[in-house]
């Protein structure tokens, strides 16, 4: 599919805010994330990532927030791609938040997955904790191309049934592709 001659090394971290493999830089502005309350307790969000090759996830992570005082559980995956849609789970792991405003790694199994796109989600199991995250500064012409969400999606789903999704927050969450450093 992406097969050009040329090999493409894949970051050590992976997200939406990630160069080239991303979208929120490039549509939403120069705006910095910063932390926020999670939008709504079990509510997974699903944003989409283009893979120019493949790679191996190692771990998972995510952005804790300034405040953690409500011992709120994290869960990130990673989806792969089901008619421009999130599909079937491919990998995720989750934790309770650790120290605030760290980022906050997750061992997976090794799971090798092919270029392509894929769909990084995000589940808080409370709205009380912060994560890092960034409000669409532009409104987006399609969100639902860029984000869907799902309610009681904690854990995240096997096989994701979200629904288009009209909130512009966007979470500094995604994979690595090392192992622990």
């Known amino acids: ?18 160069a080239r493999i991303g979208w929120v830089d490039e549509l939403t502005g120069p705006t910095a994330p910063s932390s926020a309350a999670y939008e709504s307790a079990a509510r997974a969000v699903y944003c989409p990532i283009v893979l ?10 995510w952005a804790n927030g300034d405040v953690r005082t409500g011992g709120a559980t994290i869960e990130v995956g990673v989806y792969r791609d089901s008619g421009y849609g999130p599909g079937s789970k491919v990998v995720s792991g989750s934790a309770a938040q650790g120290t605030a405003t760290q980022v906050q790694f997750v061992d997976v199994t090794d799971t090798a997955i092919p270029p ?18 960034r409000t669409s500064a ?13 309610e009681s999606a904690s854990p995240l789903p096997a096989t994701a049934t979200p629904v288009a999704s009209a909130e512009l927050n966007i979470y500094l969450c995604g994979f690595a592709t090392t192992a622990s450093p």
Do not use: H, K
């Open 1 to 18: 599919m992406y097969q050009c001659g040329y090999s493409v090394t894949m970051p050590p971290m992976v997200s939406v805010f990630t």
């Open 52 to 61: 120019p090759s493949g790679c191996v996830i190692r771990r998972v992570w």
């Open 116 to 133: 392509g796109l894929y769909w990084i989600a995000i589940v808080a199991s409370t709205a009380t904790d912060t994560t890092i995250m």
């Open 138 to 150: 532009l409104a987006l012409s399609n969100p639902p191309s860029f984000r869907f969400a799902e």
